[in-house]
């Protein structure tokens, strides 16, 4: 049974960095892709972008360049999502997706299959 | 603002039948699938509708998608309590090269 348990809330103060992870189990996590997806207060979801398991390849969405990172440890079957210089407009819940297809005709395929519980991150000082 | 649009909010009384909208462009609905998630509270979101119309397994029968032009439409029919729940449609968008996520609407089971 497929699960991607997420580590707990954070609390942090504007400019800080955080590391939050994403542990799959029940499969092998380079057998499919792994996004990450940002959900402010009152908000729809965001879609941060994606990482090739494979590859370790991270491709970010516009608007979560430069201050977000994607990372894996395949040892340990987990995912990872940096953010340095904490913004207090980060503050939301973060999820980690699996699945998806990005094909390298541009086209893809958001069909997430199992998410984890997410994570609320808030920033405020 | 997303650039796929929903409504806010939902309802209907026990075994009725809801349909809720999302409306995008060319760019998005109008040329790629559309996915549907369900989200209960405290929950893991759950996807509902795959490639626009598909179920994926072990989802009711009564939940149904469908597409035309650049809207889709995900309908439930036999409305129960525990649907009572926000809804997502999210589809590609080829301008941003990107996944986009309607605002969600929140069902609301009378």
């Known amino acids: 049974q497929v699960h991607l348990v997420q580590s707990g809330s954070e609390l942090k103060k504007p400019g800080a960095s955080l590391k939050l992870s994403c542990k799959a189990s029940g499969y092998i996590l380079t057998s499919e892709v792994m996004n990450w997806v940002r959900q402010a207060p009152g908000q729809g979801p965001e879609w941060m972008g994606w990482?090739?398991?494979?590859?370790?390849?991270?491709t970010y969405a516009q608007g979560f360049t430069g201050r977000f990172v994607f990372s894996l440890d395949t040892s340990v079957n987990t995912a990872y999502l940096q953010i340095s210089g904490l913004k207090s407009e980060d503050t939301a819940i973060y999820y980690c997706?699996?699945?998806?297809?990005?094909?390298?005709?541009?086209?893809?395929?958001?069909?997430?299959?199992?998410w984890g519980l997410g994570t609320l991150v808030t920033v405020s000082s | 603002q997303s650039v796929v649009t929903q409504p806010p909010s939902a309802s209907g009384s026990p075994g009725q039948r809801v349909t809720i909208s999302c409306s995008g462009s060319s760019f998005n609905i109008g040329s790629n699938h559309v996915y549907w998630y369900q989200h209960l509270p405290g929950t893991a979101p759950k996807l509902l509708i795959d490639r626009s119309s598909q179920r994926p397994s072990g989802v009711p029968a009564r939940f149904s998608g469908s597409k035309s032009g650049s809207s889709a439409s995900l309908a439930i029919s036999g409305l129960r309590s525990e649907d009572e729940a926000d809804y997502y449609c999210a589809t590609w968008d080829d301008s941003l090269s990107g996944v986009v996520f309607g605002g969600g609407t929140k069902l609301t089971v009378l």
């Open positions: 997706a699996r699945g998806g297809k990005y094909l390298s005709d541009g086209s893809a395929y958001p069909k997430f299959d199992y």
């Open positions: 990482i090739n398991t494979k590859t370790g390849t991270p």
